[in-house]
């Protein structure tokens, strides 16, 4: 066996092959397999090149990817976190004029994370240990208080 490796062009153009041969997507992809292995495209790949070249679109390049503009910087986003704590995600993204899940991965990525409703920094700062064990402490007494008047 040789030790071709195909590239995206190849595959793509194997694709289109089957694709005028009349396969269908799910056995164009197990053709892909049987002859390239680990190396062919994955099966959620293939439908993608189908519809293309059912819309007569042959073009097996890579085409750049358009990437959503920067709308703010980490550090606006934990500035405006910083005065806007109580916030739900959904509301930030509201007033940032962002979906949530850009929220989501921004705030994930800067390290702030939400724990039982309450946004706490994932490396406490010195600052914030001792709010954060209050917060933790007052949290444990109020749901030890209702949960024993419920009982």
């Not at 153009?13 to 992809?29: P, Q, Y």
């Not at 099966?43 to 085409?63: A, H, I």
């Not at 921004?106 to 954060?132: C, F, K, P, Y």
Request: hydrophobic share 35%.
């Amino acid at each position: 066996m040789s030790d071709f490796v195909p590239n995206n062009r190849h595959l793509r153009e194997v694709l289109i092959f089957l694709f005028h041969s009349m396969k269908m997507v799910a056995e164009a992809h197990r053709e892909l397999q049987k002859v390239y292995g680990d190396a062919a495209l994955c099966e959620t790949t293939c439908p993608d090149w189908f519809r293309r070249s059912k819309n007569g679109d042959f073009d097996v390049d890579d085409r750049p990817h358009e990437r959503w503009p920067r709308i703010f910087e980490d550090a606006e986003l934990e500035a405006f976190h910083d005065e806007h704590q109580c916030q739900t995600q959904k509301e930030f993204a509201s007033d940032l004029g962002v979906t949530r899940q850009v929220i989501s991965k921004r705030l994930n990525a800067v390290g702030i994370i939400q724990e039982q409703g309450t946004w706490v920094s994932h490396d406490l700062m010195r600052r914030d240990v001792g709010r954060h064990f209050f917060a933790c402490e007052h949290r444990q007494k109020k749901g030890f208080s209702s949960s024993h008047r419920n009982g």
